[in-house]
């Protein structure tokens, strides 16, 4: 490949500069050998719509589920403005925090060894913790979700009797955690399956709400917070409802894959397939949160909040409209699967990184099969032990949301971009500087909110 062929940032001698930063002695040998295996692998896992749905149905969970309720509480104008700044939001961020892997030099390297190859192992290390802690949770998030969504549907819907919530968790964590472990081509193919009826049903669902629309009465609701500060509240739980930080790792890696190593053509690639997922994100999830809004009234938002449910299942239960009654709870479920799904593509990414980094003479007895499986046990069997205890959904998503993801696709990929040669072209961009911005109010609100509540 010619320099003519790159632009002026990944020149080969730019190129052959950023890889000299790339410290290998700041990986174990497991880490190298793992990468061996990601630079050698097999053919890409998933094409260009496929990974556009698998990313989509990652985010979709909890925007769909969780976000009319607790948006919608701030009041009409606080609910515009966060629609006008979700979709700048979402596709900078992404992209930023994608750009760690596809723009590295060095082929075949997570988003984790890329930070600790640039930084050490102490900040790698540090970045691995946060990172784990960014996504792990979520997977115990929708562990809940599910079993409360089965639960209300089986007693709402069905008319049958509450069954025991550990029987429940068992059967729908178990399922859902099964289906992941055959592999990573099974799952993409499955959420593929899942998302496109899922699309479908989400903008029937916001078409049939339309003539329950009160839009004078959502205008007229006043919230006990002036305009700005309920924005500012707004934007850690849109942080986390639109975040598809899990699965953009092992995106990059297989896009890189695809375009052969290329730098430039892998993070073309991965800037388009970002772009259209964001619009997909944004067009499909806030059309449905404000008709849920404008359906469900304050008083409606209170009551699910309560009763610690995905607002499709409260809608379900409320309203006597059999297409309700039976659509809503398809559709969490179809939206909790798909995000479960890409949740454990990081949790998996993370955990691993934790064992090679804590107990790295453990971690390299076994092979990555074998470590794949165990992290996939442990998973299991504590995403039915927080479902069995049913903690409040809503306080874990503010906590997650507007600290550790802020944190991990805001702030930490321009920290990473200003110190690195590899990265410096992107470093001054006026996205990565929004993006930075935005990270650091929200985080700050998430701490004061914190500290004040």
């Known amino acids: 490949m010619t320099d003519g ?21 700041n990986l174990s040998d497991a880490d190298i050998e793992q990468i061996k295996e990601q630079r050698e692998g097999k053919e890409p896992d998933g094409s260009f719509m496929r ?11 909890a925007g769909i589920l969780f976000l009319p309720i607790n948006a919608g509480s701030f009041g009409f104008w606080p609910l515009v403005i966060a629609t006008l700044l979700i979709g700048p939001m979402v596709f900078f961020s992404h992209r930023t925090y994608a750009r760690i892997v596809s723009a590295s030099p060095v082929k075949g390297m997570d988003v984790l060894q890329v930070i600790t190859a640039l930084t050490g192992r102490k900040r790698g290390f540090a970045s691995a913790v946060l990172y784990w802690l960014g996504i792990y949770p979520t997977v115990l998030i929708y562990a809940i979700s599910i079993t409360n969504t089965l639960d209300s549907f089986i007693v709402n819907q069905m008319g049958g009797a509450q069954v025991s919530r550990l029987v429940l968790a068992v059967v729908a964590v178990g399922i859902m955690t099964l289906a992941y472990a055959l592999g ?15 699309i479908i049903a989400l903008a029937a669902v916001s078409l049939y709400l339309i003539p329950s629309w009160d839009v004078a009465g959502f205008r007229s609701y006043e919230s006990s917070y002036p305009v ?48 259209v997922t964001a619009i997909l994100l944004v067009t ?42 039976w659509m809503s709870p398809i559709i969490a479920i179809a939206a909790i699967i798909t995000s479960y799904f890409g949740h454990l593509l990081g949790t998996e990414e993370g955990t691993a990184y934790l064992l090679r980094g804590i107990a ?8 990555t099969t074998s470590l794949r499986w165990a992290i996939t046990i442990f998973v299991l069997v504590t995403a039915v032990i927080a479902a069995v205890l049913n903690p409040s959904i809503l306080d874990m998503i503010s906590v997650v949301g507007g600290i550790f993801v802020a944190f991990l696709v805001y702030i930490m990929p321009v920290l990473l971009f200003h110190k690195a040669t590899a990265f410096k072209h992107y470093a001054r961009r006026p996205d990565t500087i929004f993006v930075f911005v935005v990270g ?3 985080m700050a609100v998430t701490v004061w909110d914190m500290v004040a509540g």
């Not at 990573?184 to 009826?197: D, E, F, G, H, I």
């Not at 309560?306 to 409260?314: F, I, T």
Request: charged share 20%; aromatic share 12%.
């Open 5 to 25: 062929q790159l632009p002026e940032q990944h020149s080969e001698e730019h190129l052959k500069l950023s890889r000299a930063e790339f410290d290998r002695d």
């Open 51 to 61: 990974w556009v749905i698998t990313l989509f149905g990652t985010g979709v969970g």
């Open 184 to 198: 990573k081509r099974v799952t993409l193919w499955l959420a593929s399956a899942l998302v496109y009826p899922l």
């Open 228 to 275: 700005w500060q309920g924005l500012l509240l707004i934007l850690p739980v849109l942080v986390f409802s639109f975040s598809h930080m899990a699965a953009l790792s092992q995106f990059a890696l297989d896009t890189q894959k695809k375009m052969d190593g290329d730098v430039s053509a892998t993070e073309r690639e991965v800037s388009k397939v970002e772009l």
């Open 284 to 325: 499909f999830t806030m059309f449905f949160v404000w008709s849920c809004a404008l359906s469900l009234g304050a008083d409606g938002m209170d009551a699910a909040r309560e009763q610690n449910v995905p607002v499709l299942s409260y809608l379900a239960n409320e309203t006597d409209k059999p297409f309700m009654a």
């Open 360 to 367: 790295p003479n453990f971690a390299s007895r076994f092979s």
């Open 440 to 442: 650091l109010v929200i």
